[in-house]
């Protein structure tokens, strides 16, 4: 069972359009969800990250929508740049336990 | 300050031997996880510690598996009678504990353990 689901697998952007990756997530218990941008050869380094009492969070370019009735949110990146290509993570968890995570999206954006 | 590091890099180990994998989380953090990543996928949870005992090992896929954090900082994971099927990145994080805070897991390089 898959409980945070992710998508598109991949997505190719032009410089300075805007990337969205969507995720839902199944259990109502979870309290957190980050993102994460992780590089080849790199481990998965913390984005942002929004709890459920909000329904937006916005920092620089990155911007993450919570929809906590449809059980969805998603990463928005503002002014794609080709430095932000990389493979992004969804996840969540419950009162700082494990972090689930979606199985990625890699962007492209395009120079 | 540093952040979380692991050791080995890079493990190259053949089927049936034993392998340790260790992580040293940022200082003062008395949370630690080991999660696993194969290609392609997202990590994907083995063990977790709240200072020295192991406060889930739920995701542990086998009793070949086993860590420890004897002194509440650094973690040996230890891999008895590896099997190709062990070939992944091992990734390590740790958290501080209390409030929001605890929530945000600040991961290492990875260890790519390839079994041959």
Known sequence: ???????????????????IINCAYENTAFDYFPWYQQFPGKGPAL??????DVSEKKEGRFTIS????????????MDSQPGDSATYFCAAS?????????????????? | GAGVSQTPS????????????????????????????????GPEFLIYFQGTGA?????????????????GSVST??????????????LCASSLT????????????GTRLTVT
Do not use: M
């Open chain 2, 55 to 71: 406060a889930d090992d739920s995701g542990l896929p086998n009793d070949r598996f086993f860590a420890v954090r004897p002194e």
């Open chain 2, 77 to 90: 994971l230890k891999i008895q009678r590896t099997e190709r099927g062990d070939s992944a990145v091992y």
């Open chain 1, 47 to 52: 984005l942002i990250a929004i709890r459920p």
């Open chain 2, 98 to 109: 209390g409030g929001f805070s605890s929530y945000e897991q600040y991961f290492g390089p």
């Open chain 1, 1 to 19: 069972q898959q409980q945070v689901k992710q998508s598109p697998q991949s997505l190719i952007v032009q410089k300075g359009g805007i990337s």
């Open chain 1, 94 to 111: 419950n009162l700082g336990d494990k972090i689930i995570f979606g199985k990625g999206t890699r962007l492209h954006i395009l120079p």
């Open chain 2, 10 to 41: 890079n493990k190259v180990t053949e089927k049936g031997k034993y392998v340790e994998l260790r992580c040293d989380p940022i200082s003062g953090h008395t949370a630690l996880y080991w999660y696993r990543q194969s290609l392609g996928q």
């Open chain 1, 66 to 77: 919570f929809n906590k009735s449809a059980k969805q949110f998603s990463l928005h990146i």
